[in-house]
């Protein structure tokens, strides 16, 4: 029964996300706030809502190995999965694309991450270094936005592009989507998180285990849709973009803000496996991002490869 509820419990984390993702873009266009402004806070925080009350919620199960699982084990997969299955189906040009300034912040955000862990606890005090670093980073998306859309921008222009607006959608509608995502996405947190704790205890692994398999692999789902969606219409900027523009967030915003709930203590597992594995996927995106390298099938072997292994190593 814990399986069921975990998976009904990510279900609805997932369809909130959703819904308040299209509830808040939709009232903010309405009541004038710009396209640009929209995109780079609104849709990117609203996307990882769901891993944000996952890790919330982690904090007060007294799971938190949950929830730094979950950032870490997302971020890994983003990389190794999330652009692996793609490039199987179909490869990824990514030789057309220009990302080298976002996956340097998205690599500086890696380095400053891992860090802090090492002081051995993640406190508020840590929290406000992460988010600092994350107003510095969306200062400059809005500065590069506002000058020039460039090839692999993160952040569409017009509100047309913006996914989920409908410019005649009724007001009652936007309230409903709210709504839904408001109730939706603490009811679907809690029951992942604590069926997931169950499941832990009932097959005698860690709370941090679950955390970097089965929640991650579920949290990295929208990311996989869209990168496999940006890689059958031949749009690698989109998948590329949206694989570093989610690490970024997951490091800065998801654990800056879940900081303030509670400490987060680091497993010793983490700085000796976990986060090396984590940076080691980042720097596996050099040749793409610097040598303009395409992501073709082999590569997309490859990095599928090296996620199955990954997890068979920390199941063991």
């Known amino acids: 029964m814990a399986w069921v509820l975990s998976a009904l419990g ?3 984390l997932l369809l909130a996300g959703d819904a308040l993702v299209r509830g808040a873009v939709n009232l903010s266009l309405r009541v004038g706030i710009p396209a640009l402004i929209v995109s780079l806070t609104i849709v990117a925080f609203g996307t990882s809502a769901p891993e944000l ?24 997969a983003n990389v ?24 340097l912040q998205m690599l500086g955000a890696s380095v400053l991450f891992i860090a802090l862990c090492f002081v051995g606890i993640i406190t508020w005090i840590t929290g406000l270094v992460l988010l600092a670093a994350l107003s510095l980073v969306l200062w400059a ?31 009652w509608r936007i309230g409903v989507f ?8 603490p009811l679907g947190a809690e029951l992942l998180v604590e069926n ?12 941090t285990v679950i955390g970097l398999t089965l929640v991650a692999v579920g949290t990295s789902l929208p990311e996989l849709a869209t990168t496999v969606m940006a890689a059958l219409r031949r749009q690698a900027d989109v998948a590329l973009g949206n694989v570093i523009g989610s690490n970024m967030f997951n490091l800065l915003a998801i654990i800056g803000i879940a900081s303030f ?6 497993d010793s597992a983490f700085l000796r496996f976990d986060l090396w594995v984590m940076l080691g996927a980042t720097l596996l995106l050099v040749p793409f991002v610097f040598l303009r390298v ?7 072997l490859g990095l599928t490869a090296l996620y199955v292994t990954y997890i068979a190593i920390i199941l063991v």
């Open 10 to 12: 990510l279900v609805i």
């Open 53 to 76: 009350l996952i890790a919330i919620s982690a904090i007060d199960e007294n799971a938190p190995g949950l929830a730094l699982g979950n950032v870490v084990g997302s971020n890994t």
């Open 196 to 207: 997931a704790s169950i499941i832990a205890r009932t097959y005698g692994v860690s709370d």
């Open 80 to 103: 190794l999965l999330v652009l692996g299955i793609p490039a199987l189906i179909s490869g990824l040009n990514t030789s057309d694309c220009d990302t080298r300034k976002t996956y």
């Open 261 to 266: 709930v509670g400490p987060i203590p680091v």
């Open 294 to 300: 395409d992501i073709s099938r082999m590569w997309g």
């Open 178 to 185: 709210l709504a839904l995502g408001l109730i939706g996405l």
């Open 141 to 171: 998306a809005f500065r590069s936005a506002k000058a020039h859309r460039t090839a692999c921008s993160s952040g569409p222009d017009d509100a047309d592009e913006l996914e989920g607006v409908d410019p005649n959608m009724p007001s």
